[in-house]
Protein backbone atom coordinates (compact mmCIF):
# COMPACT_ATOMS: atom_id res chain seq x y z
CA UNK A 1 0.00 0.00 0.00
CA UNK A 2 1.51 3.69 -0.55
CA UNK A 3 2.37 5.58 1.77
CA UNK A 4 0.21 8.38 1.16
CA UNK A 5 -2.82 6.56 1.09
CA UNK A 6 -1.74 4.83 4.80
CA UNK A 7 -1.03 8.34 5.33
CA UNK A 8 -4.87 9.48 4.27
CA UNK A 9 -6.02 6.12 6.13
CA UNK A 10 -4.45 7.54 9.62
CA UNK A 11 -5.62 10.71 8.89
CA UNK A 12 -9.18 10.02 8.36
CA UNK A 13 -8.73 7.93 11.92
CA UNK A 14 -7.45 10.31 13.97
CA UNK A 15 -10.34 12.50 12.79
CA UNK A 16 -12.89 9.60 13.41
CA UNK A 17 -11.52 9.85 17.64
CA UNK A 18 -11.55 13.32 17.46
CA UNK A 19 -15.24 13.31 16.44
CA UNK A 20 -15.99 10.70 18.80
CA UNK A 21 -14.45 12.51 21.32
CA UNK A 22 -16.58 15.57 20.91
CA UNK A 23 -20.09 14.12 19.90
CA UNK A 24 -22.58 15.83 21.06
CA UNK A 25 -23.66 15.23 24.44
CA UNK A 26 -26.67 13.81 26.07
CA UNK A 27 -28.01 14.77 29.48
CA UNK A 28 -27.70 11.52 32.02
CA UNK A 29 -30.27 9.53 32.71
CA UNK A 30 -32.38 8.71 36.09
CA UNK A 31 -31.47 5.04 37.45
CA UNK A 32 -34.38 4.49 39.64
CA UNK A 33 -36.98 2.38 37.96
CA UNK A 34 -40.01 4.65 39.66
CA UNK A 35 -43.76 4.20 38.99
CA UNK A 36 -44.63 8.26 37.76
CA UNK A 37 -45.55 10.18 40.60
CA UNK A 38 -46.78 14.30 40.78
CA UNK A 39 -45.65 15.29 43.94
CA UNK A 40 -46.34 19.07 45.52
CA UNK A 41 -43.23 20.88 43.30
CA UNK A 42 -41.98 17.93 41.77
CA UNK A 43 -42.76 15.09 38.87
CA UNK A 44 -41.12 12.08 39.20
CA UNK A 45 -40.69 10.04 35.81
CA UNK A 46 -40.42 6.55 35.83
CA UNK A 47 -36.53 6.41 35.05
CA UNK A 48 -36.20 8.19 38.76
CA UNK A 49 -35.68 11.73 37.38
CA UNK A 50 -36.92 14.57 39.43
CA UNK A 51 -38.10 17.76 37.37
CA UNK A 52 -39.72 20.48 38.90
CA UNK A 53 -43.14 21.12 38.43
CA UNK A 54 -45.68 23.53 38.80
CA UNK A 55 -49.28 23.67 39.00
CA UNK A 56 -52.40 25.81 38.79
CA UNK A 57 -55.43 24.27 40.16
CA UNK A 58 -59.16 24.96 39.32
CA UNK A 59 -61.33 25.02 42.13
CA UNK A 60 -63.82 22.46 40.36
CA UNK A 61 -61.75 21.69 37.47
CA UNK A 62 -63.61 20.20 34.40
CA UNK A 63 -59.94 18.67 32.57
CA UNK A 64 -56.20 19.04 33.04
CA UNK A 65 -53.58 20.31 30.92
CA UNK A 66 -49.99 18.78 30.96
CA UNK A 67 -47.86 21.43 29.61
CA UNK A 68 -44.62 21.87 27.99
CA UNK A 69 -42.67 24.67 27.03
CA UNK A 70 -40.43 25.73 24.23
CA UNK A 71 -36.50 25.94 24.21
CA UNK A 72 -34.56 27.81 26.46
CA UNK A 73 -37.82 28.46 28.56
CA UNK A 74 -39.39 26.48 31.74
CA UNK A 75 -42.70 25.97 33.30
CA UNK A 76 -42.66 29.50 34.21
CA UNK A 77 -43.95 29.98 30.28
CA UNK A 78 -47.43 29.40 31.34
CA UNK A 79 -47.58 31.98 34.53
CA UNK A 80 -49.75 33.73 31.96
CA UNK A 81 -52.48 31.82 30.61
CA UNK A 82 -52.36 28.82 33.25
CA UNK A 83 -54.19 31.36 36.09
CA UNK A 84 -56.98 32.38 33.34
CA UNK A 85 -57.39 28.38 32.67
CA UNK A 86 -58.23 27.75 36.32
CA UNK A 87 -60.49 30.48 36.69
CA UNK A 88 -62.38 29.00 34.21
CA UNK A 89 -62.37 25.05 34.87
CA UNK A 90 -59.16 23.73 33.57
CA UNK A 91 -55.83 22.61 35.81
CA UNK A 92 -52.61 23.26 34.67
CA UNK A 93 -49.61 21.18 35.02
CA UNK A 94 -46.18 21.88 33.80
CA UNK A 95 -43.07 20.88 34.60
CA UNK A 96 -38.98 21.79 33.63
CA UNK A 97 -38.04 19.23 30.68
CA UNK A 98 -35.16 17.61 31.38
CA UNK A 99 -32.01 20.57 30.81
CA UNK A 100 -33.84 23.38 30.84
CA UNK A 101 -34.94 25.70 34.46
CA UNK A 102 -34.15 24.50 37.69
CA UNK A 103 -34.10 20.68 36.15
CA UNK A 104 -31.13 19.00 36.49
CA UNK A 105 -28.05 19.33 33.97
CA UNK A 106 -29.16 22.65 32.43
CA UNK A 107 -27.47 23.46 29.13
CA UNK A 108 -27.55 19.38 28.14
CA UNK A 109 -29.87 18.28 25.69
CA UNK A 110 -32.04 15.74 27.45
CA UNK A 111 -32.81 13.33 24.56
CA UNK A 112 -35.69 13.51 22.23
CA UNK A 113 -36.97 9.84 23.17
CA UNK A 114 -36.76 10.80 26.97
CA UNK A 115 -38.66 13.79 26.71
CA UNK A 116 -41.60 12.22 24.84
CA UNK A 117 -41.23 9.57 27.47
CA UNK A 118 -41.38 12.20 30.20
CA UNK A 119 -45.03 13.23 28.46
CA UNK A 120 -46.38 9.73 28.62
CA UNK A 121 -45.19 9.29 32.18
CA UNK A 122 -46.52 12.77 33.40
CA UNK A 123 -49.48 12.02 32.03
CA UNK A 124 -50.22 8.77 33.43
CA UNK A 125 -48.99 10.34 36.75
CA UNK A 126 -51.76 13.01 36.27
CA UNK A 127 -54.72 10.53 35.66
CA UNK A 128 -53.52 9.02 38.87
CA UNK A 129 -53.98 12.27 40.72
CA UNK A 130 -57.15 13.61 38.95
CA UNK A 131 -59.07 10.44 38.24
CA UNK A 132 -62.25 10.62 35.71
CA UNK A 133 -60.69 14.20 34.07
CA UNK A 134 -59.60 14.17 30.66
CA UNK A 135 -55.83 15.01 30.75
CA UNK A 136 -54.82 17.33 27.42
CA UNK A 137 -51.54 17.65 26.59
CA UNK A 138 -50.47 21.18 25.30
CA UNK A 139 -46.88 21.78 23.32
CA UNK A 140 -45.38 25.55 22.75
CA UNK A 141 -42.33 25.42 20.25
CA UNK A 142 -40.24 22.57 20.94
CA UNK A 143 -42.93 21.41 23.38
CA UNK A 144 -45.12 21.00 20.44
CA UNK A 145 -42.43 18.78 18.94
CA UNK A 146 -42.11 16.59 21.56
CA UNK A 147 -46.13 16.44 21.82
CA UNK A 148 -46.41 16.22 17.81
CA UNK A 149 -43.55 13.51 17.15
CA UNK A 150 -45.05 11.57 20.46
CA UNK A 151 -48.56 10.87 18.62
CA UNK A 152 -46.44 8.66 16.10
CA UNK A 153 -44.47 6.58 18.49
CA UNK A 154 -44.82 3.79 19.70
CA UNK A 155 -46.28 5.08 23.27
CA UNK A 156 -49.29 6.69 22.26
CA UNK A 157 -49.75 9.00 25.45
CA UNK A 158 -53.53 8.57 27.01
CA UNK A 159 -54.54 12.14 26.41
CA UNK A 160 -58.12 13.44 25.97
CA UNK A 161 -56.57 15.76 22.80
CA UNK A 162 -53.49 17.66 22.01
CA UNK A 163 -52.87 21.31 22.00
CA UNK A 164 -50.26 21.97 19.70
CA UNK A 165 -49.30 25.94 20.17
CA UNK A 166 -46.42 27.39 17.16
CA UNK A 167 -44.67 23.90 16.95
CA UNK A 168 -41.61 23.65 16.43
CA UNK A 169 -41.50 21.62 12.97
CA UNK A 170 -38.63 23.26 11.01
CA UNK A 171 -36.87 20.05 10.01
CA UNK A 172 -33.23 20.15 8.23
CA UNK A 173 -33.84 19.51 4.93
CA UNK A 174 -35.47 22.80 4.87
CA UNK A 175 -33.01 24.68 6.08
CA UNK A 176 -30.55 26.30 4.06
CA UNK A 177 -26.63 23.87 3.67
CA UNK A 178 -25.05 26.50 5.07
CA UNK A 179 -26.90 26.26 8.44
CA UNK A 180 -26.56 22.37 8.43
CA UNK A 181 -23.12 22.11 7.61
CA UNK A 182 -22.09 24.70 10.47
CA UNK A 183 -24.41 23.30 12.87
CA UNK A 184 -23.18 19.35 11.82
CA UNK A 185 -19.69 20.74 12.40
CA UNK A 186 -19.71 23.07 15.67
CA UNK A 187 -22.01 20.09 17.09
CA UNK A 188 -19.29 17.81 16.51
CA UNK A 189 -16.19 19.10 16.70
CA UNK A 190 -17.15 22.00 19.53
CA UNK A 191 -20.52 20.93 21.35
CA UNK A 192 -19.97 23.12 24.19
CA UNK A 193 -19.82 26.15 22.58
CA UNK A 194 -22.76 28.47 23.07
CA UNK A 195 -24.35 30.28 20.45
CA UNK A 196 -27.18 32.83 21.17
CA UNK A 197 -30.25 34.66 18.54
CA UNK A 198 -28.21 38.37 19.14
CA UNK A 199 -28.24 40.05 16.20
CA UNK A 200 -30.77 38.19 14.05
CA UNK A 201 -33.18 40.82 15.04
CA UNK A 202 -35.82 38.40 16.00
CA UNK A 203 -39.11 39.37 17.49
CA UNK A 204 -40.62 35.99 19.22
CA UNK A 205 -43.16 38.52 20.68
CA UNK A 206 -44.81 41.61 20.46
CA UNK A 207 -45.05 42.12 24.68
CA UNK A 208 -42.14 43.96 25.18
CA UNK A 209 -42.19 44.11 28.44
CA UNK A 210 -42.85 39.98 29.26
CA UNK A 211 -39.27 39.53 26.69
CA UNK A 212 -37.52 42.54 28.96
CA UNK A 213 -38.57 40.17 32.14
CA UNK A 214 -37.43 36.92 30.48
CA UNK A 215 -33.63 38.47 29.27
CA UNK A 216 -33.22 38.90 33.26
CA UNK A 217 -34.31 35.75 34.16
CA UNK A 218 -31.69 33.83 35.00
CA UNK A 219 -33.20 30.51 34.60
CA UNK A 220 -34.39 30.98 31.03
CA UNK A 221 -31.47 30.26 29.00
CA UNK A 222 -30.21 33.09 26.99
CA UNK A 223 -27.76 30.82 24.95
CA UNK A 224 -27.62 27.57 24.13
CA UNK A 225 -24.28 24.66 23.51
CA UNK A 226 -24.37 23.47 19.74
CA UNK A 227 -25.23 20.53 20.65
CA UNK A 228 -28.27 21.11 22.64
CA UNK A 229 -29.46 22.84 19.22
CA UNK A 230 -28.44 19.74 17.44
CA UNK A 231 -30.76 17.64 19.47
CA UNK A 232 -33.52 20.41 18.92
CA UNK A 233 -32.82 19.92 15.36
CA UNK A 234 -33.38 16.31 15.56
CA UNK A 235 -36.72 16.64 17.49
CA UNK A 236 -37.95 19.09 14.74
CA UNK A 237 -37.41 16.46 12.04
CA UNK A 238 -39.15 14.05 14.15
CA UNK A 239 -41.89 16.51 14.79
CA UNK A 240 -41.78 17.89 11.20
CA UNK A 241 -42.22 14.04 9.62
CA UNK A 242 -44.48 12.87 12.23
CA UNK A 243 -47.94 13.01 10.15
CA UNK A 244 -46.87 10.69 7.50
CA UNK A 245 -47.12 8.00 10.72
CA UNK A 246 -50.25 8.78 12.37
CA UNK A 247 -52.64 6.03 12.78
CA UNK A 248 -55.06 6.57 15.47
CA UNK A 249 -55.11 9.44 17.32
CA UNK A 250 -56.68 11.86 20.09
CA UNK A 251 -58.67 15.76 18.67
CA UNK A 252 -55.98 18.27 17.77
CA UNK A 253 -56.16 22.52 18.07
CA UNK A 254 -53.24 23.51 15.94
CA UNK A 255 -52.51 27.32 16.55
CA UNK A 256 -49.73 29.74 15.28
CA UNK A 257 -49.42 33.08 14.42
CA UNK A 258 -48.93 35.04 11.02
CA UNK A 259 -46.02 36.76 12.33
CA UNK A 260 -44.15 34.36 14.25
CA UNK A 261 -40.20 34.57 12.84
CA UNK A 262 -38.91 31.84 14.77
CA UNK A 263 -40.23 29.11 12.92
CA UNK A 264 -40.69 29.80 9.05
CA UNK A 265 -44.66 29.78 8.03
CA UNK A 266 -43.84 27.39 4.75
CA UNK A 267 -43.29 23.83 7.20
CA UNK A 268 -45.88 25.31 9.72
CA UNK A 269 -48.24 25.00 7.16
CA UNK A 270 -46.61 21.82 5.55
CA UNK A 271 -47.86 20.55 8.52
CA UNK A 272 -51.26 21.56 8.68
CA UNK A 273 -51.21 20.08 5.00
CA UNK A 274 -49.91 16.71 6.05
CA UNK A 275 -52.33 16.62 9.00
CA UNK A 276 -55.10 16.82 6.37
CA UNK A 277 -57.99 17.67 8.19
CA UNK A 278 -57.10 15.93 11.52
CA UNK A 279 -56.68 18.99 12.82
CA UNK A 280 -58.71 22.20 14.19
CA UNK A 281 -56.53 24.74 12.52
CA UNK A 282 -56.25 28.75 13.87
CA UNK A 283 -54.24 31.15 12.43
CA UNK A 284 -53.65 34.68 14.26
CA UNK A 285 -53.20 37.62 12.03
CA UNK A 286 -51.36 39.50 15.18
CA UNK A 287 -49.69 36.20 16.41
CA UNK A 288 -46.28 36.15 17.15
CA UNK A 289 -44.09 32.82 18.00
CA UNK A 290 -45.27 33.26 22.12
CA UNK A 291 -49.14 33.20 20.98
CA UNK A 292 -49.69 32.57 24.88
CA UNK A 293 -47.50 35.83 26.30
CA UNK A 294 -48.50 37.66 23.56
CA UNK A 295 -50.29 41.20 23.63
CA UNK A 296 -53.51 39.18 22.85
CA UNK A 297 -52.56 35.90 24.13
CA UNK A 298 -56.17 36.01 26.20
CA UNK A 299 -57.84 35.32 22.88
CA UNK A 300 -55.74 32.31 22.18
CA UNK A 301 -56.38 30.79 26.34
CA UNK A 302 -59.66 31.48 25.51
CA UNK A 303 -60.30 29.35 22.29
CA UNK A 304 -58.23 26.53 23.91
CA UNK A 305 -60.33 26.62 26.79
CA UNK A 306 -63.62 26.63 24.26
CA UNK A 307 -62.02 23.78 22.25
CA UNK A 308 -61.65 21.92 25.60
CA UNK A 309 -65.15 22.09 26.26
CA UNK A 310 -66.70 22.12 22.27
CA UNK A 311 -64.20 20.36 20.34
CA UNK A 312 -64.88 23.77 18.25
CA UNK A 313 -63.87 27.11 18.19
CA UNK A 314 -65.90 30.16 16.90
CA UNK A 315 -65.73 31.35 13.41
CA UNK A 316 -63.56 28.53 12.74
CA UNK A 317 -60.54 28.68 10.89
CA UNK A 318 -58.98 26.33 9.21
CA UNK A 319 -56.19 27.00 7.24
CA UNK A 320 -55.71 24.87 3.89
Known amino acids: MAMSNVGGIASIGVLAMVLAACAPALAPHGLENATPIIESDTFVARDGMRLPLREWDAKAPKAVIVALHGM ?11 PWWAEHGITTIAYDQRGFGRAPNPGLWGGSDAMRADLSDCVEAAHAKFPGLPVYALGESMGGAVVLSALAGPHLPQIAGTILVAPAVWSRAEMPMSY ?18 NGLHIWPSDNIPMLRKLSRDPLFQQDARTDQVYGLVGLMDDARHAPEHLTALPPILFVYGAKD ?6 PTEAVIKALDGKAVVRRYDNGFHMLLRDLEGEHVWGDIAGWIETG ?8 K
Request: proline fraction near 9%; hydrophobic fraction near 45%.
Open 312 to 319: SLPSEQVT
Open 180 to 197: RAALWLTAHLVPWLHVSG
Open 72 to 82: SDYSEAFEMPA
Open 261 to 266: QVIPRE
